[in-house]
Antibody, heavy 117, light 107 residues
Framework: QVQLVQSGAEVKKPGASVKVSCKASGYTFTRYGISWVRQAPGQGLEWMGW????????NYAQNFQDRVTMTTDTSANTAYLHLRSLRSDDSAMYYC??????????WGQGTLVAVSS | DIQMTQSPSSLSASAGDRVTITCRASESISSFLNWYQQKPGKAPKLLIYAASSLQSGVPSRFSGSGSGTDFTLTISSLQPEDFASYYC?????????FGQGTKVEIK
């Protein structure tokens, strides 16, 4: 069955960076794009960006354009989210999600990132 | 960016009730509208895609309708496991955007 398994929780200081991984299994990795979505505590969902697992093309939300890099390692069926210059308001749950017919049909379990001095 | 506005923000209902959640887009998005359910501490789950198509494995009591700017998610007979938050999301234009969510609580 399709599974997206994310890396574990992170605690970071302001100004640091974090790299979250999302390992896919149960399907051909390069046939579906991956989006990253985050959710601050008690808040709604916010799309951060998308990466083509086929050719590595990316599309980032304006809010993250200068601080985010999304990459993939197709040999490991894994997508990565790298977020730099962390602030306290980056504390959130970060999800990867598989894109299917312009919707997200499978999601990772989430990675909690806490930013605190 | 396309703004998505859901209403209500929260509602209280009883098991067996018919529940309707609406989602309005700030401009026409054709049928590029998806609905997700999220339970506390869990990842969102796709319920409806392309405005009215039921995702595989989702109970038929869930249905979606609408096109253009106005959309509806209906739960025909609310079940105990349906108490959750629901989000609409447009996939017409990047950046993909979500509604603010509707929390369905037990009356």
């Amino acid at each position: 069955q399709v599974q997206l398994v994310q890396s574990g929780a992170e605690v970071k200081k302001p100004g640091a960076s974090v790299k979250v991984s999302c390992k896919a299994s149960g399907y051909t990795f390069t046939r579906y794009g991956i989006s990253w979505v985050r959710q601050a505590p008690g808040q709604g969902l916010e799309w951060m960006g998308w990466i083509s697992t086929y050719n590595g093309n990316t599309n980032y939300a304006q809010n993250f354009q200068d601080r985010v890099t999304m990459t993939t390692d197709t040999s490991a069926n894994t997508a990565y989210l790298h977020l730099r210059s962390l602030r306290s308001d980056d504390s959130a749950m970060y999800y990867c999600a598989r894109e299917w017919l312009s919707a997200w049909d499978n999601w990772g379990q989430g990675t909690l990132v806490a930013v605190s001095s | 960016d396309i703004q998505m506005t859901q209403s209500p923000s929260s509602l209280s209902a009883s098991a067996g009730d018919r529940v309707t959640i609406t989602c309005r887009a700030s401009e026409s998005i054709s049928s590029f509208l998806n609905w997700y359910q999220q339970k506390p501490g869990k990842a969102p789950k796709l319920l409806i895609y392309a405005a009215s198509s039921l995702q595989s494995g989702v109970p038929s009591r869930f249905s979606g309708s609408g096109s253009g700017t106005d959309f509806t998610l209906t739960i025909s007979s609310l079940q105990p496991e349906d108490f959750a938050s629901y989000y609409c999301q447009q996939s017409y234009n990047i950046p993909w955007t979500f509604g603010q969510g509707t929390k369905v609580e037990i009356k």
